[in-house]
């Protein structure tokens, strides 16, 4: 029975954010744990191959991954390989877009050191978020390449799949893909791209097709922008068993996607983070959501931001009002043994506030990850988190004793509305703030994103 190892290692980098991932921030599972969160098992054992275990190990988005994190996971990974030396095949669930301080790409770090190990025969698999930043080598490391088809993401499942029943195709038949990567040189706002809308709609739908017949796999890369790498950027790779078919269909997706690159837009208002407020106070709506884009955790931001919240604090709104969540650990540890009732001075915001209630916040697996204590400024709750958190669905709320379904207004540190939030939003505003996850290329300063970029610069290309 041939062996094919399954791995998983990601954490989408943002070099603008301060909080570096530590070793607890992963969400980790070892052996055969790890298949309670990857469904590619059954795929290789019904084709006959044994599943060969080695980590999970995946963070929420933070700043660079530190050399010593990395390697602390990277190294469990290689045992595995080291063990099995004369697997067929290697599988892993990455993000795309780790950055690791001193050495750049984590996804083809870690590749290159498998390859030193296993045969050239042994086909190596990844399946990869739709915003990773791919290396000009990741195809001389990775046989076979599926990356996400929907923003925000829900085929993850589907995705993995595609990149393991690939694998098993070639092993099975005894051939050897090729892989093609294209780089397109934007850097879109991230949030404009979604994949329900045109033109990536049509675009993705060309890809689906595209992979029925023509090769094993179609993918668009809508690049990162927050991370500043010499591989930031939008790109397209695609893999088969013909190279010119290959590399013909991989340059037409570019020039296609490049050719849409003036065609995305906001799906709803987006607008400095003091219009937001005002249109939010003067809306007729029951529910109007605001999401922080600067400071968005699920980009990677730290969470700490007070910038809208001080504006609605200013405002006293009639409006009842959430802002959710604000990390502050200081403040979670000096105000905690206050009672719900008390009146507590909160000194970065010079106020007087009333504690609302005491909760709990949940990690990006929802599980229990620290404290939070909801505050009162007038008819402004503020929930504040020892920890980063990112509140994505009601869930979040509930964990936290606040009911979102009481509230007219709502602010999240998000960037677009999570899928599970848009059910309770009759309007949607998206505040354009500061922060290490401004969608603002401009005001990103990339230094070593290569040029020109667009729309950082205006230029003809043609793949």
Known sequence: MGKIIVASFQCESNSKAKLHPSIADFEYFKGQDIFKKLAVKEIFEQAGFE??????????????????????????????????????????????????????????????????????????????????????????????????????HIDQVECQQRSANALVYCLKNKVKPYACMTRVPFLLKNDTLQTAYSPLKELIEMTVELEKSEVLTANLFLGHCWIDAPNTSASTVVCGLDKDKVESVSKDLANRLWATRKDYKFLCEAELPEECVKRAIEGKENRIFITDSGDNTTAGAEGESVEILELLVKANPAKKTCVAGITDDELIEKLWSAKDGDAVEVEKLNVIAKVKSHGEILGWAKEIIGRSLTLSIGNVDVVFTEKRSAFIEKGNFDKANVDLLSYQIVVVKLGYLFTELKPYADRELFALSDGASCVELARLNLKNIIRPMYPLDEFEFKA
């Open 51 to 152: 599943a060969v275990p080695s980590v999970y190990a995946v963070a929420l988005p933070s700043a660079t991954v530190t050399e010593d994190v990395y390697f602390h996971f990277e190294k469990q990974i290689m045992q595995t390989v080291n063990e099995n030396p004369d697997a067929e095949g290697v599988f892993i669930w990455f993000h795309g877009s780790m950055e690791v301080d001193n050495i750049g790409s984590g996804e083809l770090y870690l590749l290159k050191e498998i390859r030193k190990v296993v045969s050239r025969d042994c086909l190596i698999a990844i399946s990869l978020d739709a915003h990773a930043n791919i290396t000009d080598e990741l195809c001389d490391y990775a046989d076979i390449i599926s990356g996400f088809k929907t923003v925000p």
